[in-house]
């Protein structure tokens, strides 16, 4: 079955950077627009970044500028580079494909507090 595996969360002081990877197995997921999404605490999981199959980029307006997703292929990861963190990016980080057709992985906490 397909596996998504997120890592590279941790605690960081506001302005502080992350970066976040996304190892898919399972499948290809260079066939698939794949996309960074986060659940904060008693809120609903909202996407931030989407890379297309032919790495168009798009940003949810809370993130852009700040965040930059990128794919590496030859690996089957999706990265999310996140800089200028706020106290407001706190959440857990998914990945998936979009629409997110797989099963939801553990996510990896980001936590921006000082």
């Known amino acids: 079955q397909v596996q998504l595996v997120e890592s590279g969360g941790g605690l960081v002081q506001p302005g502080g950077s992350l970066r976040l990877s996304c190892a898919a197995s399972?499948?290809?997921?260079?066939?698939?627009?794949a996309g960074w999404y986060r659940q904060a605490p008693g809120k609903q999981r909202e996407l931030v970044a989407v890379?297309?199959?032919?790495?168009?980029?798009n940003y949810a307006d809370s993130v852009k500028g700040r965040f930059t997703i990128s794919r590496d292929n030859a690996k089957n990861t999706v990265y999310l580079q996140m800089n200028s963190l706020k106290s407001e990016d706190t959440a857990v980080y998914y990945c998936n494909a979009v629409p997110s057709q797989f099963v939801w992985g553990q996510g990896t906490q980001v936590t921006v507090s000082s």
């Open positions: 399972g499948t290809i997921f260079s066939m698939y627009a």
């Open positions: 890379i297309t199959r032919v790495s168009t980029t």
